[in-house]
Every structure is written in C-alpha cells, then in structure tokens.
C-alpha cells in the first residue's frame, strides 16, 4: 500500500454531482445590427437530470445530462426605411398655406417587421458517457537541463503531476427527441387544457394534468429506448457507435489530453519560503487514481 | 471491504511516508532543528553531529543552524556567556504495532492506537580552561569594584560576550514519547489533539536527574505545546468555485468506527464525513 490515501465515496460523487449540475447555469443576452437587418438574443443552458456511476472497470459513467436551453428566445427584426407621401401645401395664400395635403408615412416602427422565436425549454439535448481519469507527469517544454526544482519553481515552470480526462465513450445527442417532443406535448396540454377548460376551477384543471402526465412520460420513454440500447451498447463496448459520436469523442480526447483538470506540483511544497529560507518541498511519486465500484482512490508515495 | 464503507472521505498516511517528510523538512530547514552560537554557525565542524543539507541549502546561503546568544554565566550581569550548541538529530515515528524501532522496558510495547517517536539531541557547551576563566573572573570583579565606587554608574555595558574556548564536550540523548490522538471538545468546539502517554529518556544518572528533567519535558509539552497544536474541526469548509461547498467534519466513532483518527498498521487513518452545499 502507498505511503498516502484518500478514498471519496460514490455517495459524496453523486452529491457533488448533483450540487454542481444545479448550480450550473449561463445564460446571455444582447443584440446587434446589421444595416437594415437586427437580431437580438436572450439565450442559456441548465442542466437537469442525469446520474454519476463508479463503475468496476476504473471509469467514471455519467448517464443522460439533460442540456435544457432556458432561456432560448431570437428576435429577427427589418427596418424598412420610411416612405411618406402627401403634406404638402395644395392651396397656398398670402398668408401662408390654406390646405395641406394629408401626410402618410409607412415603414414608421423600427424595426418594421419583428419574428420572435421562443423555444425556452423545449429544446434538450443530452450527453452520456463514460471516462478514466489519467495521471502524466510533466516536465514544462522551458525547463532546462541545468535548472534545479527549485529554480523551475523561481521560474513559475514547476514539473507538475497532471490530471486528466480520458473520454472511453461519448453518446451526444443535440436534440433529445424524447425529452423535446415530451416538453412540447407538456406545453401543448397545458395549453389545452388552461384554454379548452378554462371554465373549471384551478384544482380540476391541475388534476387533468397530472392525469396526462404519466402519458407523456411513457411517450417520452418510449422514444428514448433506441438512445438507452445505443448507450448501454456503448458502455459494454467501450466504444463510441455512431459516426458523429465517434468523431466527438475522438475530439474530446484531442482537447481532454491538453488540458489537464487539476495539476500537482512536483516536489510538492509542504512549506513555503521564509524570508531567504528555500521552501521544504516533499518529491511525489507513483500518483495514480483508481475507481472501483464504491469509491474512487488517490494514492501516491513519498519519495526519498 | 471499501475504505468509504463507513464514511465520506477516508484518508491515511502510512509512517514511511511520514518519516521520509521529516527527513525532507529535516534537510530543507536545518536551522529548525540545529541552534548554537556565532561561534558553531562559523565552524560547523565543532557540532556534535555534521549536519547533511540539501544542495540546494547550500546553492542558495540558507543558513545551517539559528544563531542563539551565548548561554550566561550568572553572577556577571549578563557581560558573560558560553558557547553551546543544540541539534536535533534524529526525528522518526512508529505508529502500531510498534516494528521500527525498540522503546526502552519503562514505557514497554507500544499500546494500540498509539504511536511512537523517537528523538536525538545533541548539545555541547564550550569550558574555557581554568587560566583564561580566572583572568575574566579578574575583570569581573575589577568591573564590581568600579561599580561599587560609582565610577561606571553610567557607562553602558557591552553585549554579551562568550569567553573563548576551544573545549567542547558533546553529548546526545535519546528521547522516546508515546503519544494518542483523540477529538476532544477545547472551548464548546470539537479538536484534534495529540496526547502524551509516555515519556522516557534513556541513561542519564543518577536516577532523580532522569526523571527531573522527564518531568520538565513531559510538562512543557502537555501544558505549553501540544494544546497549541490542537486543530479545531468546525472550520474546514471547500469552496468549489462558485459550484459547491464542502464542509468536513470528522466521522464520529461507532461500532463501524471505533477510533478517529485511528494509529493502527502503521497508518495516521482519518475518517470523514463531507456535506455538499450551495
């Protein structure tokens, strides 16, 4: 066993998992003219659903992350320039005009015609997958032979035990068919229903709902089976199936093993300097992380 | 049988791994364990033990040992002292079952959920010969015949002086302590703190003078310094960005958790229980 451990539960994963989905929320909003032509924009993502799972075989399964773009609004607008006839003099006196042509302008409003799109919430899309998580040992490209841990510290180039994602498999689906045709068939029985039965109380009208919701749900599963088979394919595989998810997990791999989640510096320093007193740094060896069923394992040794 | 099987986090360092940190702060910080006066921070070939730095120590000026005033000789209103030295030499930790090293029969084997630690000290004190001490008890007592006649009533007397000498008798002694660590409650607030169960230093006579200066030791560090080591537990919250917090807390003991923190296998264990929040 190694001189240090430190084991995270599954439990606490799912936990942080779930504080970290629901916390996680963007969102933007601008606009911008192009001559005539305008565009404005009130768009964001949430994140909903979706599990965490340690898996026996060292990777990590995250399972169905609803993406959900709330707010999802775009306003396309044309402003015509305006044209107005008439208003001019028709009888003019000595004293000044008698009578004015009636003046008419067209194209007044700016912008002139307005397409809003509201698709808030409708839309999903959802991401499942599975992952390792790597150590490698990196020694900075500028690190010359000469320079001493302590110098390459001086140097903000410190050899560093870096960690990082390596995608197995990766399932993207940029519209979820199964979660959006169940919001847009929520959205439309809301609607029926508040205007189709307006007249019965709210209580009558929300346990209409609650009737029908099941329904949805079942449609919702219904179309959702291929995707769950194409998944649990993935996962017994390990490998991605579908061009398009084959392609994004090779990308996801490019990207991932460049850019390390989290970086240790090696020798790590325990303690910092003191004055002209160099800092006491304790060289790191043998770094590795290993997930299990039940929880997920750092370990790591102290080297002479 | 999982590590998290009865808590959130499980985190363990095994006695290797914590010797070879000593042995590391030990290299990289020496004036924390070497003290002595100007005279051994210029000639390090007078301490008792050569000091063994880390390159980079040397490479950059640190320096070897904290230079302390010379020790002062009563009776001379502080114009007078001996050099000395003190090194700490040896710092290593046995936790359960005890297998690194032997501690001495008075403090037996080492209990469970116990640990071990085993010292070295070092010290000499500079013993000017018998002329030259008699020559400065001659200007003492020329300095108490002057002040007595009030004529240096107003001189400023100079610093501390040690008187020269190139005889050193070295000694060393070994220290061997048993300490536990427990959470206990300090001020309404639960802490982790290190307790001293033994103590014991080896051969020194006669008897009485062992156990004055145990006694003296074993107070010091049960009254002055291992309280001020306790960590109080409410405070270790995590930010994860702007994500989640993580407060930590220990896992309180129970029949799954017997001890924590546990001194067993050769292991410091911890156990603990994370809350995830906003």
Redesign the interface.
Known sequence: MSDLTVAVSEDTFRRLFAQVRDALAESTADSASLGPFSVSWDVGFRLEDGTVDLQANNSVLISELDVVYDPLKLTLGIDIPELCIGGFCILPTPFGCAVHLPKICVFSGNPDISLPLDLSGLIESEISGAFRIKTRYHVDPARTPAMTDLDAEDADIPNTWQFLLDPIWLDIDLIDIADTVGNILDAAIDNAVDNLLGFLPGWARDLIKAILGPVVDLVRAILDIGDDIDEWLSNLLGVSIGLFDFVATAVADYFASRNPIFSLEDPYPILDYDGPLIPVKVPVRNLAVTVADTEMTLEADVAA | M????H????????E???N??A???MR??P?LFNYGTQLFASNHELLCEPIHP????V????PLITIEDPLPILGTDGLLGLDFCFQLTRLELDVHPGNRFSLPPQLGTLPAQQMALRTEVCGAVGCPDRELSERYGDIIAAIARYESQGKIADVPLPPLQPIPTKRFECFCLELFATLSARIVTTAGTPTLGLFLEGLEIVDVKPDPLESTMECVIATTLRVGILPRLRVALDAFTFE?G???S?SVSPTPTSSAVPHNPALEQD?IKAFVN?A???
């Open positions: 999982a590590l998290t099987d808590c959130d986090v499980f985190g363990s360092a095994h290797d791994g914590i070879r940190i042995t590391h702060v990289q910080r004036s880390h390159p980079e120590v490479r950059r000026g640190n994860l702007k994500f989640a993580l292991r994370v995830v929040g906003p």
